[in-house]
């Protein structure tokens, strides 16, 4: 499970991580192990979002510095 600074976790990655552990959980009767799962799943959750925010962010500036060029 990458979430150290040295490993470096890709949204796919994190999003396949995040769909195994959501079919685990809907079966999971061990609550030491659940809780465990329940704290990754909101890492890895909030790790998705902040990829999401960053991308839409830069497209967002990308988009915005060609339109403030003069045209030819």
């Known amino acids: ?3 150290m ?3 470096e976790l890709s ?4 999003l396949n991580e995040l ?3 959501v ?3 809907s079966s999971e009767q061990d609550i030491d192990r659940l809780a465990k799962e329940v704290s990754r799943a909101k890492f890895l959750i909030d790790f998705c979002r902040s990829r999401i925010t960053n991308a839409e962010l830069e497209i967002n500036q990308i988009l915005s510095d060609g339109s403030e060029q ?3």
């Not at 949204?11 to 994190?14: F, G, I, L, R």
């Open 11 to 14: 949204y796919v990655d994190a």
């Open 23 to 25: 079919e685990r959980l």
């Open 19 to 21: 769909k195994d552990l």
């Open 5 to 7: 600074a040295g490993d």
């Open 70 to 72: 003069e045209p030819f």
């Open 1 to 3: 499970m990458p979430e």
